[in-house]
């Protein structure tokens, strides 16, 4: 069995979700595209479903071509600035509210 890298054991030693957002929330985006399968398998065993889908629009946004003025599409940076918000606000303990979508 292959072992964890210790940013990812960092993740999987989280007990409640505000530790898996502020984790989420810090995380650079070169381990988000490296190891984004084990990322989101941790927080879907963890049942952090706002988790794992705030690291989808994460790595949507690092593989988005940028637009003229070196800026993601606005679609995306909506989407980004809603779930950042999101991890945010569970970060610091408040309830989750709907998909962070």
């Known amino acids: 069995m292959m072992q964890m890298l210790p940013l990812l054991e960092i993740l999987d030693d989280c007990t409640k979700d505000a530790e898996r957002a502020d984790w989420l929330?810090?995380?650079?985006?070169?381990?988000?595209?490296?190891?984004?399968?084990?990322?989101?398998?941790?927080?879907?065993?963890?049942?952090?479903?706002?988790?794992?889908?705030?690291?989808?629009?994460?790595?949507?946004?690092?593989?988005a071509t940028r637009g003229d003025d070196g800026e993601l599409p606005e679609t995306i940076r909506s989407a980004l600035e809603m779930a950042r918000s999101a991890m945010r606000a569970i970060a610091f303990g408040a309830p989750p509210k709907g998909g962070v979508q």
């Open 25 to 63: 929330l810090r995380v650079p985006d070169g381990i988000v595209l490296r190891d984004y399968d084990p990322i989101r398998n941790i927080l879907l065993t963890a049942g952090f479903r706002h988790g794992a889908d705030f690291l989808g629009i994460r790595l949507s946004a690092v593989h």
